[in-house]
């Protein structure tokens, strides 16, 4: 373990006419609402259709509705307009139809109701009835309600998992107001006091343990004794780790030197598919239910970086910093090898394997499957893959997944809440 004096953070230590940007070019727009191709228009049907007849949120308000994001990952890899509806068959068997909530929300008390799920249906007729407003411009939409306030609503999107995050980068990357809805609502169902590490900005402070390499930060929170003890086993229960080391956490948290921010978000990219396809786990049936959303995450911040306001680029990166950090700990703090993806033996597969797997193996219609394929050729393809790092992880996935794990025994998994003992977390 090292220390360096100096701390290194330019989004919060700048005046506020200057911000920071991670540049690089935007992922390929599809304007899905406009094409008149078949494929595309049959993905704005379903986009719709689920819209139309599935809550953003079920089985007792836990689990989320992924139809967009399998839906959005298999279009954009390829699928044919014949596969797109075997996935929404498949995606609509499992889903719930809307519920009425048990009142109206309004622009005057709209904030009164952030976390409760069980406004859903309210949260996205109030984003609708605005839209209308808006004159059916989504993304004026999104800068009141996302991006404008004390305590914007983009500094909380890693809540519920991220999945509100992964939602809006579909609405960019389809160009879909449906989405964009479904965006805002569900960041405001599962809307939480994590935001206060974003908002307030007491919590970032020098840390003694400053490194510009993530997996160096890693492997010194899996050496701290600190966190010995809070976890026996894997667990979605981040709770622990704010109410009994906030302190340590945020030592960690604010380690990571972001004084490159662009090569240090590159990093962060190989960081998230490495705590996905290099622990001990990533193997079968047992590949890390957890740690692909981190991977899914940080695709969606690379998808939106080129898109979101500048002033939210160092924020954006650090938030998932947070969610990375808090799950890595949860989930027992496990080994990362980068030698199980460096010495991973392609046998002469390449991304077109991948895609096949993606879109005709018998786990094509599994949406966290098809979406990390898609992550790892994503970030492939923005940073170079001169040694093969990305490819080997994919076609590592591609050939051995079988299912997820990372399950702890409990039958609930939980996420934190500030202000409760826990908030039940909707996967």
């Known amino acids: 373990m090292f220390t360096i004096p100096s701390f290194k953070l330019p989004s919060l230590s700048l005046a ?12 390929e727009i599809h304007d899905v609402e406009t094409a008149a191709e078949k494929r595309p228009r049959t993905l704005k049907h379903l986009l ?25 990952s298999a279009y954009i890899l390829g699928a044919t307009h014949e596969h797109l509806n075997d996935i929404y068959d498949k995606e609509a068997s499992e889903l719930e139809p809307w519920r009425d909530a048990p009142g109206e929300i309004s622009k005057d008390d709209w ?28 993304k004026s939409l999104l800068h009141e ?39 805002l609502a569900i960041g405001s169902c599962f809307h939480n006091g994590l935001h206060k590490y974003l908002d307030d900005p007491s919590y970032t402070k020098p840390s003694p343990k400053q490194s510009s390499s993530l997996l160096e930060i890693l492997e010194q929170v899996k050496n701290d004794k600190r966190f010995d003890g809070l976890y026996d086993h894997q667990n979605g ?58 991977l899914t995450t940080s695709h969606a911040v690379r998808i939106l970086l080129p ?21 890595y700990i949860s989930q027992t703090r496990p080994d990362i090898e980068l030698g199980r993806i460096e010495k991973y033996d392609l046998k002469g597969q390449d991304w077109k394997f991948v895609v096949n797997k993606a879109l005709a193996s018998p786990r094509s219609l599994d949406a966290h499957f098809v979406k990390a394929l898609r992550a790892m050729k994503v970030a492939s393809e923005t940073w170079g893959d001169a040694s ?27 996420l934190y809440h500030p202000g409760q003992s826990s908030n039940q977390l909707n996967i």
């Open 16 to 27: 506020k006419s200057r911000f920071p940007t991670i540049d690089f070019p935007a992922v």
């Open 48 to 72: 719709k259709a689920n819209h139309a007849n599935y809550s953003i949120i079920y089985h007792e308000l836990r689990f989320h509705n992924h139809c967009s994001h399998i839906l959005g």
């Open 111 to 138: 904030r009164d109701f952030l976390g409760k799920r069980e406004y859903q249906r309210a949260f996205v007729d109030f984003f609708e009835d605005q839209l209308v407003v808006k004159g059916y411009d989504w």
């Open 145 to 183: 309600y996302l991006y404008e306030g004390d305590e914007p609503l983009i500094n909380n999107m890693i809540s519920g998992l991220g999945h509100s995050l992964i939602h809006l980068g579909y609405a960019y990357e389809l160009n879909s107001r449906t989405v964009a809805i479904e965006a």
């Open 237 to 294: 229960d981040m709770s622990k780790i704010f109410e009994k080391q906030e302190g340590a956490f945020l030592e960690y948290w604010n380690a990571w030197d972001l004084s490159d921010p662009k090569e240090q978000f590159k990093e962060s990219q190989k960081t998230a598919t490495a705590v996905l396809m290099a622990t001990p786990g990533a193997t079968h049936a047992d590949y890390d239910f957890f740690f692909v959303h981190l």
């Open 307 to 327: 898109l979101v306001p500048a002033k939210y680029h160092i924020s954006l990166v650090r938030q998932w910093w947070l969610l990375t950090l808090a799950v």
């Open 388 to 414: 093969q790092f990305y490819l080997k992880s994919a076609v590592k996935l591609a050939d051995e997944f079988e299912d997820w794990g990372g399950f702890g025994p409990e039958d609930d998994v939980v």
